[in-house]
């Protein structure tokens, strides 16, 4: 494989990751540069690891992984991007609450985002292994361009979030539940 072609294949499993640190950024206010970091090693781990496992699983399964991959990525964003919507809804109701209680990321939400939106590269491991691609200098690629990306989507998100304020939970809980449709779609259409 050559490496604009791994460029664009990094670039592309990258995005629902970028798109979901833009949802965190809007969302948890309180994010820091350590919480940043760790949620962009977290993705760029995750898309990285996930080639190799898909890679070593093989074309056998490959069936498999196809027909259930979109269904995974359907219930674990759209469950997290739901649970954001009802907390932001009940932010606007009652703001007191708001002040109260401390909103940040759980490393369990962290996992469950990291898993879903990297399940897309466990299906391009199982193709890369039938391309006899090398599959450690690919899985690295990608996970340092998903790193990087998610770094920038975690700023820009803060960016957003800071304009939209209280809405910005409802608003990346939407974003979420698009993004678990769109993977749905992809699959199914």
Request: charged share 15%.
């Amino acid at each position: 494989m050559g490496s604009v072609t791994l460029f664009f294949t990094s670039l592309g499993l990258s995005m629902d990751a970028c798109a979901v640190s833009i949802s965190n950024g809007m969302c948890y206010q309180n994010i820091h540069k350590k919480q940043i970091i760790t949620t962009a090693a977290a993705f760029g781990f995750f898309q990285a690891f996930m080639p190799v496992l898909g890679f070593f699983i093989g074309s056998a399964f490959s069936q498999a992984i196809e027909s259930l991959d979109h269904w995974i990525a359907l219930l674990l964003l759209g469950f997290i991007g739901g649970k954001m919507i009802l907390d932001g809804l009940k932010e606007l109701k009652y703001p007191e609450a708001c002040l109260t209680s401390s909103k940040c990321l759980t490393p369990k939400t962290l996992l469950l985002q990291a898993v879903a939106t990297s399940i897309d590269a466990l299906a391009v491991g199982v193709g890369f292994a039938i391309m006899k691609v090398d599959i450690y200098s690919a899985a690295i690629y990608i996970g340092i361009i998903t790193f990087i990306n998610s770094l920038i989507g975690s700023h820009l998100g803060k960016k957003f979030g800071e304009l939209f304020k209280q809405k910005a939970e409802i608003l990346g809980g939407i974003i979420l539940i698009g993004i678990g449709i769109k993977i749905f779609l992809e699959h199914t259409i």
